[in-house]
């Protein structure tokens, strides 16, 4: 089905993405991988050509360019000529927006336009090793100290994590409230502030996952993002857009599974035939192709109803887990569908496979998102009423 969602200034756009992928992020794919990591002007020449950040205003050196579809056509293209492991949507759209939306006046002057360039590159810490889906049982906790904060503390498994400048720390300032947390922007070089080892993943190798620890680092009052005490509905506020990114992203990678599959099985023989020619295999991309039609449809609804800053929480759940679990079986058929070479590291689908494999677990595992919506039909143990009530 054709999408209908694209005006042709999106076409442009997605035309010099993707010259501007094929041209400075593929030929390095390999070695990034290698190295654990993307190199540090992946984000610079990303930021020259005015790729990261692109809803900043004007005034903090943005194109002032809210629209989410641009977002999408970025990560559809980077999906398929690109590396997911270079997190410049997680930049962009995840962690900048606090500082966009959130930050003074001041902040938003000191910080924006050098996340905007790339000289600045942006992660957000909420997890820690006893902490991940539920929050409120994060131990980071900042003490109010007069002229600055001292924070404490350690988190776990955070993207951009070797590389980041800026981090956006999530740690507990009122411990009467299991909510009474806020957020910090931790600055690279604040003395106490150490990162871990680059950790070893089963995929999404150019990415660089660390752990953070905060030895009584001194966090000026400037630093505090928002306000005091309200981090978790801060928090709460951009999870939305996390998962409309994630559910983007991850039907990008189907897509593109699906694209470089469907040509392997056009030229590979077997029994005389083109394995795409057996009934099992026309009916296995028959389905693929259904269920990344239908998923589509709702994705990019969900695009133009963020645009109008009407996108449920409920909604964002449930095409991120619609689409996560999608991309999960199609990467799967599709490592099926190449045999053998599938399972080999020279066949891009095997990457996309271990990959895949977490976006049903980060930004909210699927089983948060199926919490979520089943909270939004009425199904609300904490609520007590029954389904008549809901109704
Ligand atoms: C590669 C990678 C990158 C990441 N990047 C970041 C980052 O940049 N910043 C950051 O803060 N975090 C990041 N995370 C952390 C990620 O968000 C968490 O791993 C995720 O939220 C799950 O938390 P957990 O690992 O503590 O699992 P747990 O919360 O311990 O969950 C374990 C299992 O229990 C299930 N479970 C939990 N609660 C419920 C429930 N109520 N009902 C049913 N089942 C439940 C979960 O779904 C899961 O299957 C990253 C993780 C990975 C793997």
Same mark, same amino acid.
């Given at each position: 089905m054709d999408r209908n969602i694209f005006e042709e200034e999106h076409e442009m756009f997605r035309d010099a993405a993707r010259s501007f992928l094929i041209k400075e992020v593929q030929p390095h794919v390999d070695r990034w991988a290698e190295q654990e990591v993307v190199d540090r002007d992946a984000f610079l020449k990303a930021g020259e050509q005015g790729l990261l950040c692109m809803w900043a205003d004007e005034e903090y050196g943005g194109a002032g360019v809210k629209d989410?579809?641009?977002?999408?056509?970025?990560?559809?293209?980077? !999906?398929?000529?690109?590396?997911?492991?270079? +997190?410049?949507?997680?930049?962009?759209?995840?962690?900048?927006?606090?500082?966009?939306?959130?930050?003074?006046?001041?902040?938003?002057?000191?910080?924006?336009?050098?996340?905007?360039?790339?000289?600045?590159?942006?992660? %957000?810490?909420?997890?820690?090793?006893?902490?991940?889906?539920?929050?409120?049982?994060? &131990?980071? &906790? =900042?003490?109010?100290?007069?002229?600055? $904060?001292?924070?404490?503390?350690?988190?776990?498994?955070?993207?951009?994590?070797?590389?980041?400048?800026?981090? @956006?720390?999530?740690?507990?300032?009122?411990? /009467?409230?299991?909510?009474?947390?806020?957020?910090?922007v931790v600055e690279r070089g604040m003395e106490g502030f150490e990162r871990g080892k680059n950790l070893k993943k089963m995929g999404m190798h150019s990415q660089d996952t660390a752990e953070l620890f905060f030895n009584n680092v001194k966090v000026p009052k400037e630093n505090l993002l928002g306000e005091l005490n309200r981090g978790f509905y801060h928090l709460m506020h951009f999870l939305a857009e996390e998962r409309l990114l994630s559910a983007v992203g991850s039907l990008a990678t189907a897509e593109a599974a699906f694209a470089i599959t469907f040509d392997y099985a056009c030229e590979r023989l077997a029994f005389g035939r083109r @394995?795409?020619?057996?009934?099992?295999?026309? $009916?296995?991309?028959? /389905?693929?192709?259904?269920?990344?039609?239908? =998923?589509?449809? +709702?994705? #990019?609804?969900?695009?133009?109803?963020?645009? #109008?800053?009407?996108?449920?929480?409920?909604?964002?759940?449930? !095409?991120?887990?619609?689409?996560?679990?999608?991309? /999960?079986?199609?990467?799967?058929?599709?490592?099926?569908?190449?045999?053998?070479?599938?399972?080999?590291?020279?066949?891009?689908?095997?990457?996309?496979?271990?990959? !895949? &494999?977490?976006?049903?677990?980060?930004?909210?595992?699927?089983? %948060?998102?199926?919490? @979520? %919506?089943?909270?939004? @039909?009425?199904? /609300?143990?904490r609520k007590k009423k029954s389904h008549h009530d809901a109704a």
């Amino acid at each position: 089905m054709d999408r209908n969602i694209f005006e042709e200034e999106h076409e442009m756009f997605r035309d010099a993405a993707r010259s501007f992928l094929i041209k400075e992020v593929q030929p390095h794919v390999d070695r990034w991988a290698e190295q654990e990591v993307v190199d540090r002007d992946a984000f610079l020449k990303a930021g020259e050509q005015g790729l990261l950040c692109m809803w900043a205003d004007e005034e903090y050196g943005g194109a002032g360019v809210k629209d989410f579809r641009y977002e999408q056509i970025l990560m559809e293209e980077n !999906a398929k000529y690109g590396d997911v492991g270079f +997190f410049m949507f997680l930049h962009s759209r995840l962690v900048g927006p606090y500082i966009g939306d959130l930050g003074t006046e001041e902040q938003k002057m000191r910080w924006l336009p050098k996340c905007v360039s790339g000289e600045y590159v942006l992660a %957000i810490a909420m997890t820690e090793p006893g902490a991940g889906s539920d929050i409120s049982g994060i &131990r980071t &906790r =900042a003490e109010d100290k007069g002229d600055h $904060f001292l924070l404490n503390g350690s988190k776990t498994f955070i993207s951009n994590g070797i590389l980041a400048d800026l981090v @956006i720390v999530v740690a507990k300032t009122n411990s /009467d409230n299991d909510h009474g947390m806020s957020l910090f922007v931790v600055e690279r070089g604040m003395e106490g502030f150490e990162r871990g080892k680059n950790l070893k993943k089963m995929g999404m190798h150019s990415q660089d996952t660390a752990e953070l620890f905060f030895n009584n680092v001194k966090v000026p009052k400037e630093n505090l993002l928002g306000e005091l005490n309200r981090g978790f509905y801060h928090l709460m506020h951009f999870l939305a857009e996390e998962r409309l990114l994630s559910a983007v992203g991850s039907l990008a990678t189907a897509e593109a599974a699906f694209a470089i599959t469907f040509d392997y099985a056009c030229e590979r023989l077997a029994f005389g035939r083109r @394995i795409a020619d057996f009934q099992v295999n026309r $009916f296995k991309f028959a /389905d693929m192709r259904t269920e990344m039609d239908v =998923a589509q449809a +709702f994705v #990019d609804r969900c695009v133009m109803v963020h645009n #109008d800053g009407e996108l449920s929480a409920d909604d964002a759940a449930k !095409a991120k887990l619609y689409a996560t679990e999608l991309e /999960d079986r199609v990467t799967d058929t599709c490592v099926q569908l190449h045999g053998g070479n599938g399972y080999m590291d020279e066949y891009p689908i095997s990457r996309m496979y271990t990959n !895949a &494999r977490v976006s049903r677990i980060y930004a909210g595992s699927s089983e %948060i998102m199926r919490e @979520i %919506i089943a909270r939004s @039909i009425g199904l /609300d143990p904490r609520k007590k009423k029954s389904h008549h009530d809901a109704a």
